[in-house]
């Protein structure tokens, strides 16, 4: 993706553009077509448009004529492929544009709205507006009835993507934000076409007076709320077919008129078409927006995902997907103690193998150490493989099987209880904890029982020579196995948690910026969006770093214990092979045994 070639180059933000000069006299689109990457067809196709100060522009077409398009240039998302748009006589591509987007007032037909509160949406077009703006903001587009019925008011949630508002109530937000801004240019995309006719008609003075004085251009879906526009551009195939006011192009028997016609209903009363704007708003069926789930949720019940559920009961739930598979497990542990035996007791005949040879005995006293070396040195790659083989394909098939319940588990809970799950955090809590899971299994169930085997059979070798050796083993393994690792898990709890809010907060806000890059870009909200984002990657670093360090903690203080366990048993043993009651080869082979031994802890 970041390899492609952006239609903004030479357009960036914080370029040293011109300044565009206040008031904005005329904006001029002088044979202006655009081509879409990979695409032949032109999306737009030689524009010649002049828009003068405080014009009403309304553009018309079928679905795919070219007004989003026309719209996404004008606030210069992309430059034109061919042709100059000109605002007061000065090439666009050229000036900055943070500055040209500053004198723009958008209202999209889909807003991206944010998982905040109802008065940070608002304040997009208005960082730094204090609360009195806000609430006249949303006054003036007949949103502050709405608000002040919720509990907590301006500093409500509004969920994710707006879930808790309606299709009209998010639209009166967009206009909330334009209001806010107060920019001497509107870009209306069709700013009532989810609004019931009361709140439309309620609108209608305040649009006016939003529109008043300001270079207006709407891009309209449905013609009755264009037949007061000044000029009405009508688009085809990306051309510029017909311009002229309603009465002058209705009475043409051109594509304007047939767009009418079929908004209308056809031809009434004689042949005339509907003309007024009581016969078009007439003509207009309403959809009603039936209530779902998400506009029954109750007022708190978006506060923060619950923390870590009670550890026992998690561990009863997962080891239950065992049970029909407790024979591969019985086996994956056989072979992993014979992997990990094999491994201690190829070091331990080696080292006796080599200390004995360098006291240059017959040969035949080597014979079982050379075969025993050669034996385990085999067994313990066959049994490696197997283990493997078998561990895997256990673990997939209980994660096949989990993800089967889960998936099953989480339709039932759509969408209301999820709300409080933002939809980046879901997915990255699935892939995360689906890998969790695969360690789990891999690592975190068998291997208990494989170092308490390895445990025991060294533990047994080294009791035949002297108990209290195996007392020291049996203490370490205690140690590394059982206290380590609760002192590991009590140390990273809080900070584990920290960063799964964090990463939840990081992931929503990436999901965020994305969809909402063209109402960011279009506010100048990219910079403090792109702040905040850098906050959160710093905490989330931080949150990594501690349980880094945590994790180097527990693998140091293993190694500590291992070693001291060897040299604590070789302590106790040199006196003894001095003593002639060991035989000194046995030295070497106890220490690197109890070496090996610890693989199963590690």
Not at 248 to 263: F, M, N, S, T
Request: proline residues 5%; contains cysteine; negative net charge.
């Amino acid at each position: 993706i970041l390899d492609q070639e952006p239609l903004r180059k030479g357009m960036e933000e914080g370029s040293e553009g011109r300044g565009l000069s206040s008031p904005i006299e005329s904006i001029n689109l002088e044979g202006i077509s655009f081509f879409y990457p990979g695409e032949d067809k032109p999306a737009l196709k030689d524009l010649n448009i002049t828009i003068k100060k405080g014009e009403h522009i309304a553009l018309v077409g079928e679905s795919g004529a070219g007004k989003s398009t026309l719209a996404s240039l004008l606030l210069g998302f992309f430059p034109p492929t061919e042709g100059t748009l000109l605002v007061n006589g000065k090439v666009l591509t050229e000036a900055d544009m943070e500055s040209w987007r500053g004198k723009i007032a958008w209202v999209p037909q889909d807003p991206a709205l944010f998982q905040d509160t109802i008065a940070a949406n608002i304040r997009l077009a208005q960082p730094e507006a204090d609360p009195g703006a806000v609430a006249g903001a949303a006054s003036a587009a007949h949103l502050a009835g709405f608000i002040a019925s919720l509990p907590e008011g301006y500093e409500t949630p509004i969920g994710e993507g707006g879930s808790r508002l309606s299709g009209g109530q998010a639209q009166r937000l967009a206009l909330a934000r334009a209001f806010l801004k107060d920019a001497p240019i509107l870009l209306l995309d069709e700013p009532t076409s989810q609004l019931d006719p009361l709140v439309e008609s309620q609108l209608a003075d305040s649009t006016q007076e939003l529109m008043r004085g300001c270079t207006t251009i709407t891009i309209a879906h449905r013609l009755n709320t264009i037949y007061q526009a000044d000029r009405i551009l009508v688009l085809k195939d990306g051309s510029l077919v017909e311009e002229g006011s309603h009465q002058e192009l209705i009475q043409k028997d051109g594509l304007y008129r047939e767009l009418v016609q079929a908004y209308t209903g056809g031809v009434q009363k004689g042949g005339a078409v509907s003309t007024t704007q009581d016969e078009l708003v007439a003509a207009d069926p309403e959809i009603i927006r039936i209530k779902t789930s998400t506009d029954l949720i109750e007022p708190g019940s978006f506060d923060e995902p619950p923390d870590i559920q009670n550890q026992t009961s998690i561990f009863s739930r997962l080891l239950g997907f065992f049970r029909p598979h407790w024979g591969e497990v019985a086996l994956s542990v056989l072979l992993g103690f014979l992997t990990i035996g094999s491994s201690v007791s190829l070091m331990g005949a080696s080292a006796w193998l080599i200390s004995t040879a360098a006291l240059h005995p017959p040969l035949g006293t080597l014979q079982v150490a050379i075969v025993g070396v050669r034996f385990f040195g085999i067994l313990r790659g066959v049994s490696r493989y197997a283990e493997r083989l078998v561990s895997h394909n256990l673990t997939f098939k209980i994660l096949t099987r989990i993800r089967v319940w889960f998936y099953k588990s989480l339709v039932p809970l759509a969408p209301a209880r999820l709300m409080k799950y933002k939809s980046g955090d879901l997915l990255s809590r699935i892939i995360s904890d689906i890998k969790i899971l695969e360690d789990f299994y891999v690592r975190s169930l068998s291997p208990p029982l494989i170092a308490a085997l390895v445990g025991l059979g060294t533990s047994i070798f080294l009791g035949y020579y002297r108990i209290e050796f195996a007392l020291i083993l049996i203490g370490s393994f205690t140690l590394s196995g059982l206290a380590l690792p609760l002192l590991i898990r009590t140390l990273s709890r809080d900070p584990g948690i920290q960063l799964v809010k964090t990463r939840a907060q990081l992931v929503d806000n990436l999901v965020n910026f994305t969809q909402g890059l063209p109402d960011l870009i279009a506010f100048g909200g990219i910079e403090d969006r792109e702040s905040k984002l850098e906050r959160l990657n710093r905490d989330y670093n931080q949150a990594q770093l501690g349980l880094a360090r945590i994790s180097g903690l527990g693998g140091s203080l293993v190694a500590i214990i291992r070693d001291l366990a060897m040299w604590l048993i070789l302590i106790l043993a040199i006196p003894l092979v001095s003593a002639g009651q060991l035989p000194g080869a046995l030295l070497a082979t106890m220490g690197l045994m109890v070496l090996a031994s610890f693989e199963a802890v590690v």
